[in-house]
Nanobody, 121 residues
Framework: QVQLVESGGGLVQPGGSLRLSCSAS????????MGWYRQAPGNERELVAT???????NYADSVQGRFAVSRDNAKITVYLQMNSLKPEDTAVYYC???????????????WGQGTQVTVSS
């Protein structure tokens, strides 16, 4: 099994910054894509940002230029630096990873438990 553990959420004022971290552990042979999704009350879960093992990134239009995703492959950790935060960024943020548990196995998506980010004055 694979575990994803997030940290770094909290309460921040509009215009402020937060940095989220997510570390993967367990039965891991390789990890392809890691990233972040978010879900606000009453909304569906949506993509925020992803990064491949080679460093290729993808961002939602709503966060482009404000958020930056990065990863440390050696530590199997993905980060999300969030700047210029807005009240509409308030949501539960979920870490996601596509993991190959063993050689020859298929990639499987795993999710973290989520961390709350609240942007409010």
């Amino acid at each position: 099994q694979v575990q994803l553990v997030e940290s770094g959420g909290g309460l921040v004022q509009p215009g402020g910054s937060l940095r989220l971290s997510c570390s993967a552990s367990g039965s891991i042979f390789s990890v392809y894509v890691m990233g972040w999704y978010r879900q606000a009350p009453g909304n569906e879960r949506e993509l925020v940002a992803t990064i491949t093992s080679g460093g290729r990134t993808n961002y939602a239009d709503s966060v482009q230029g404000r958020f930056a995703v990065s990863r440390d492959n050696a530590k199997i950790t993905v980060y999300l630096q969030m700047n210029s935060l807005k009240p509409e960024d308030t949501a539960v943020y979920y870490c996601n990873a596509e993991v190959k548990p063993a050689p020859g196995s298929a990639y499987t998506r795993f999710w973290g438990q989520g961390t709350q980010v609240t942007v409010s004055s």
